[in-house]
């Protein structure tokens, strides 16, 4: 009672006191916290953090350091909540970061764009973000439309301080190292003829006196220069030279050159092109990324001159790594220059005619075409009045042009459906129409700005070659020069399957020479005759990332026991026939048919004379078998690009018969599965369903169940690897005739020198006397029959009818 009375006595008093502590509570607070904030701000100036853009050195721990410091970064005079929200959009944007180096494609890519939309924070977050980024990262922000230009690296400034007579010894010494590294004849022919000095010719290639003549007229940085960077682009457009510049840290320089010439655009090309053809290597990304490059590539995408945009954009896409496709010299991609969130449904391929060029050829045609000359004109801009009689004509002309109308030689896109025009245009508006373009819509290459807006989800691909009327010139000795129609054609073909054409439709607009090359091509392909799966189908489709082919013999879920043929011509793909009737594998509950797409990989064989170390066992005198574990539904005779990710050893009836696993490149989940032991995360349970289909699959057929090698354990994808290249050279020891091939056909149709080599017409002969197609008899019912097993495996429980 005490404590009440002594509150509803003093209830006014006590009132004013708590409002009067709270208060002063609040402003003792308020006054620490700014103190404090004081001595944060004076420990370190801030400002310096405006110039870390221009920092380069990648710090290995600086992302834990920025973790720990990034906090009291933010803590300025905006006050509290701008300083938490600040914090939190740059955690948002450490996180996407992060986030972009996943393994799963689908989560990298959301990261990138994500964070290309990142317009809000300050520069120096940018440039911490830009330490932290990976080159990967890097390139894929760079295809992406709008990011911001401050998340790449900054050039670093090597040079900076060369003077130019300095600068140009600084790329006389590189040159020579070029030289001596690669001995281009070019490159030393240039170096003699540029750079004569009586103190150091030992380096001097050529003796003649021409090498004194041409000097006198390139003794100043403006003229050496660009003669130095066209000797590089000729050395980088041979391809086994385009990764000396980096290997000799090159790039640097050409920075610096960069940043000194960066308004003549005589020289950005040059350097365009040569960063253009050495990106074909991408395992030049990091360099590339550490020099600056990326950054700069991004801003020369946007080049308004398509000299500049169209190279660096393909430099970009080659650097790419999840870019599948690759554009080696000659090919450039028109549209899309960035990443795109659809795939491409067709191909648009350009080829230019004789003297063209993909730069010019595609131009808008001008309405008053100017001839082109050496000298321009010297007529002055006084005497370029327009008589009396041309002043007449205009206004004549005007008169005119509202008397008539013109019509239009097709329909217009803005027809109505029913046909009822317009068709014709007033004679005025056609004139003011076909006037000379003055607002900046000219374009010089349509397939680019046009078509693309015209024509959605294409990929417009123009390619670039070499014409003349005669060849006086000498040619460089270091490559052989593809001059007839068919080298033309087979070179292009070959660059164009690098880029992935062939795996959409392709429509194709030539002029001139190109039309000629392109029909060589089609008529080529057109005369592609009978191949063996076996002989004639390629094994490896990239070296480098272990890409092979595989030919699909029996399609997931399908019965029918479908093999490449062994002993008849041209190993056609039929069924197996066991006492007069074709086989199908039982549906061993709870599997259905295979559980995968079956099939083989071609130029492989199983030597059954090869006592394997592994197994013990002899090879089953088959190619070798493969599991594509991917989730379509292949046909029968596809070809398709896989990556083995591992192998099991059955023992099938005493021999060795080896199952690859494998998954189709084009996957979705083709690049998160590398090994054996990504297949049991991504696909639990189907490495051990796969060893169980394998040891009952024979049981409904009366005999006992399969075995395995090492323990029926799935070997690793470097292993599997060993395997192929075992059993590849078996099969080159069969068809050059090093063995006897026992009744096995060898006959093929494109590996020249092969004595079993067939022509087009034998070959076709062969498949004429072919039995003529039929539609297939229905099957038996016991094909659909389940058969149910107990874990023994030796008897049959239960059999139904599905």
């Known amino acids: 009672m005490l404590p009440y009375l002594f509150w509803k006595e003093n209830k006014a008093i006590l009132k004013y006191f708590t409002i009067a502590f709270v208060g002063s509570s609040t402003a003792w607070v308020y006054y620490q916290v700014n103190?404090?904030?004081?001595?944060?701000?004076?420990?370190?100036?801030?400002?310096?953090?405006?110039?870390?853009?221009?920092?380069?050195?990648?710090?290995?721990?600086?992302?834990?350091?920025?973790?720990?410091?990034?906090?009291?970064?933010?803590?300025?005079?905006?006050?509290?909540?701008?300083?938490?929200?600040?914090?939190?959009?740059?955690?948002?944007?450490?996180?996407?970061?992060?986030?972009?180096?996943?393994?799963?494609?689908?989560?990298?890519?959301?990261?990138?764009?994500?964070?290309?939309?990142?317009?809000?924070?300050?520069?120096?977050?940018?440039?911490?973000?830009?330490?932290?980024?990976?080159?990967?990262?890097?390139?894929?922000l760079a295809r992406t439309p709008n990011a911001d230009r401050r998340f790449f690296l900054e050039p670093p400034f090597r040079y900076h301080n060369y003077k130019k007579d300095e600068l140009i010894n600084a790329m006389r010494e590189f040159l020579i190292e070029v030289f001596e590294k690669s001995q281009h004849p070019c490159m030393g022919y240039f170096l003699s003829k540029a750079f004569v000095y009586d103190h150091d010719s030992g380096h001097i290639v050529d003796h003649d006196s021409s090498s004194?003549?041409?000097?006198?007229?390139?003794?100043?940085?403006?003229?050496?220069?660009?003669?130095?960077?066209?000797?590089?682009?000729?050395?980088?457009?041979?391809?086994?030279?385009?990764?000396?510049?980096?290997?000799?840290?090159?790039?640097?320089?050409?920075?610096?050159?960069?940043?000194?010439?960066?308004?003549?655009?005589?020289?950005?090309?040059k350097l365009c092109q040569i960063l253009s053809y050495m990106s074909y290597n991408r395992h030049l990304l990091e360099p590339f990324c550490k020099s600056g490059w990326i950054g700069v590539l991004s801003n020369w995408a946007h080049h308004k001159d398509i000299r500049v945009s169209i190279p660096a954009a393909r430099a970009l896409a080659n650097l790419d790594d999840d870019n599948d496709a690759r554009y080696p010299s000659q090919l450039y991609v028109l549209h899309p220059l960035n990443r795109t969130k659809f795939d491409q449904a067709v191909d648009v391929i350009f080829v230019h005619g004789l003297l063209g060029g993909v730069f010019f050829t595609w131009r808008q045609r001008q309405t008053n075409p100017v001839a082109a000359g050496f000298i321009g004109s010297e007529t002055a801009d006084s005497e370029a009045r327009r008589t009396t009689k041309q002043y007449f004509q205009d206004i004549t002309d005007k008169i005119l042009t509202n008397e008539y109308e013109i019509v239009w030689n097709d329909i217009p896109l803005n027809s109505s459906d029913n046909c009822s025009g317009p068709f014709t245009c007033p004679g005025e508006k056609f004139d003011f129409d076909n006037a000379p373009v003055e607002d900046g819509s000219y374009t010089y290459c349509w397939p680019k700005d046009w078509l693309a807006q015209d024509c959605k989800n294409i990929r417009v691909i123009g390619i670039n070659y070499n014409t003349s009327l005669s060849m006086w010139a000498p040619l460089c000795p270091s490559r052989k020069e593809k001059l007839t129609l068919n080298e033309r054609s087979d070179l292009m073909v070959e660059k164009l399957v690098q880029s992935e054409v062939g795996k959409r439709p392709i429509v194709w607009i030539t002029h001139s020479m190109g039309g000629l090359i392109v029909k060589n091509i089609l008529c080529k392909d057109d005369e592609n005759g009978p191949v063996s799966p076996l002989h004639d189908i390629p094994l490896m489709v990239d070296a480098d990332k272990k890409i092979f082919n595989m030919v699909v013999e029996v399609p997931r879920w399908t019965n029918a026991k479908m093999e490449i043929t062994m002993k008849e011509v041209l190993n056609p793909i039929k069924q197996d026939v066991k006492k007069g009737k074709p086989r199908f594998v039982a549906n061993c509950f709870p599997h259905h048919g295979y559980i995968w797409?079956?099939?083989?990989?071609?130029?492989?064989?199983?030597?059954?004379?090869?006592?394997?170390?592994?197994?013990?066992?002899?090879?089953?005198?088959?190619?070798?078998?493969?599991?594509?574990?991917?989730?379509?539904?292949?046909?029968?005779?596809?070809?398709?690009?896989?990556?083995?990710?591992?192998?099991?050893?059955?023992?099938?009836?005493?021999?060795?018969?080896?199952?690859?696993?494998?998954?189709?490149?084009?996957?979705?989940?083709?690049?998160?599965?590398?090994?054996?032991?990504?297949?049991?995360?991504h696909f639990p349970g189907l490495l051990k369903a796969s060893v169980e289909w394998f040891k009952i699959y024979k049981i409904p057929d009366g005999k006992p169940e399969n075995h395995f090698a090492f323990n029926g354990e799935a070997k690793s994808a470097a292993f599997a690897h060993k395997i192929i290249d075992e059993v590849h050279a078996f099969w080159k020891t069969l068809i050059d005739k090093e063995v006897d091939a026992k009744g096995i056909s060898c006959v093929n149709t494109t590996l020249d020198g092969s004595q079993f080599k067939m022509s087009r017409s034998e070959a076709e002969e062969v498949v004429k006397k072919t039995p003529e197609f039929v539609h297939p008899q229905p099957l038996e019912p016991i094909v659909d029959s389940v058969y149910y097993m107990p874990n023994s495996h030796r008897e049959l429980t239960c059999r139904c009818r599905l």
């Open 212 to 269: 004194l003549e041409l000097s006198k007229f390139i003794q100043t940085e403006k003229e050496i220069l660009p003669m130095c960077l066209e000797s590089l682009l000729h050395h980088c457009n041979v391809e086994r030279y385009s990764t000396d510049i980096a290997d000799l840290n090159g790039l640097p320089l050409l920075m610096e050159i960069y940043k000194r010439y960066s308004g003549d655009i005589n020289v950005t090309i």
């Open 597 to 681: 797409n079956y099939g083989a990989l071609p130029q492989t064989w199983e030597n059954p004379e090869h006592l394997d170390d592994g197994t013990g066992c002899k090879g089953d005198n088959d190619p070798i078998d493969v599991l594509e574990i991917g989730y379509r539904v292949a046909k029968r005779g596809e070809v398709l690009q896989v990556k083995v990710l591992g192998t099991i050893a059955l023992i099938d009836e005493g021999e060795t018969d080896w199952k690859l696993i494998a998954i189709d490149i084009n996957d979705p989940s083709a690049d998160q599965i590398n090994d054996v032991s990504d297949v049991e995360k």
């Open 35 to 140: 103190k404090t904030r004081d001595i944060l701000e004076n420990a370190l100036d801030d400002s310096v953090l405006q110039f870390m853009d221009h920092y380069v050195a990648k710090e290995e721990t600086l992302e834990e350091e920025i973790i720990e410091f990034e906090p009291y970064l933010e803590y300025r005079k905006t006050g509290l909540i701008q300083w938490a929200l600040n914090n939190l959009k740059f955690g948002y944007a450490r996180r996407l970061l992060a986030l972009s180096k996943d393994s799963n494609k689908y989560f990298r890519t959301k990261a990138v764009n994500n964070l290309a939309n990142i317009n809000y924070l300050d520069s120096w977050h940018f440039a911490l973000i830009a330490n932290m980024i990976d080159p990967r990262t890097a390139v894929a």
